[in-house]
Structure formats: structure tokens, C-alpha cells
């Protein structure tokens, strides 16, 4: 008899933490929605190896206009996206990202991104013309850039947005030293459009 009475005990407490960890820690997906995005330029000055994953990142520091023109592969375009993260539950109600236990996470995505000059930039892209092109793109590791990119096409395949930044860099250079003033926008799946403007980017070949 006792131990019919000790099993029903185990049994109604296992069930009694069930719900309570149910109740408490309902999981829920952490949704990232982009809200604006905004850019810098950044000179590149190096590279270096990452000891714990042997992942080559850029060294970089802040663009000085003042000093003059770069060189196009040392050009390094930021991009910084302003996200809104949100988390609902199986009820609709909004829930604190922090409390949610192991949630999945929603990333929005790219369908488009365009990147175009107020000036031309060589004899195939003239000024308005996409350099997507042109460019390789990677996502930020801890704040940092890797040196190894993906082409526009196949970045936009793969890469949602998160609470990375993007980074930049041209594989070809321009006919001659120019200022420009560079307009990028991105379209997203659902159509949302955001866009930003770096100016006064003097590149050299």
C-alpha cells in the first residue's frame, strides 16, 4: 500500500513540475524584424588570423576623408540594421525574448539589395547602374569581419537578417580617384524597403 501511495506522490509532483515549467517556460520563437538600416565606411589596413576557428578577419579603422582617396580594395562598407526583437506564445501575447526557453529564431530575408554611385564608375557601370556586381559581402563575426565574402546572388540566398552587421568590399576598381556618394537599399521578401546613403567616399584604383 505504501508504496502504491509513494508511487501516486511521485507521479502527481512529476505532473504538478510539468505544468508549472510549461506555464513558466513556454517555448516560442524569437522573431527579428528590421525596423532601418544605416551605413559607414571603414579602410581596411590588414587581416589576421583567429586562433579558436582559424577564420581570417579584416583589420580595419575609421575613414578619414581628409587624408584622401583609398584604394578600392581597401574599402570597406558597414551596414547596421536597427532590429526589433519580439516573441509570442502559442496565445498571441508578446513574451520577453530573455525568459523564453531554447526558441527558435525567425530571421526576415533579402530579396533584393541594390548599391549604386552618383558618379560612374567604370565604363560598364556608369552612375545609377547596380554594382552588385561587383562587390563581395559577409556577415560580422563577433563584431569583427571575415576577410572571405560571398558574391550578392549567393549571399542573398542564404543570409537572414539578425543582429549582425554586413560588410562590403569591391572586387574591381574604378576607372580613376573619385568622390562618390553611395546609395544602398534593401528589399526584403515581404517588399519593405529601407535605404541609406554613405557620402564623400574618395577611392582610388
Known sequence: MKKVILSFLLI???????????????PSAINYRLIAINGKVEKIIGSEELNYNNEEIYLTEKYNPLLGAIPFDSVGIVINMDIEKYTYNKTGDVL?????????????FLKDLIIT????????FPKGEDLKQLISIRSSLINQYRVKGESAEDFLKISGIGDESFFLTFKEPPDQEFTY????????????????VIENIAISQ
Do not use: H, M, Q, W
Request: aromatic letters at 12%.
Open 117 to 124: 554611385t552618383d558618379n560612374d564608375y567604370n565604363s560598364s
Open 181 to 196: 556618394n553611395f546609395s544602398i537599399k534593401f528589399i526584403l521578401v515581404d517588399g519593405r524597403e529601407y535605404s541609406t
Open 12 to 26: 502527481s509532483i512529476t505532473i504538478i513540475i510539468i505544468g508549472i515549467f510549461k506555464s513558466c517556460c513556454n
Open 96 to 108: 520577453n525574448p530573455a525568459i523564453a526557453c531554447s526558441p527558435n529564431e525567425n530571421y526576415e
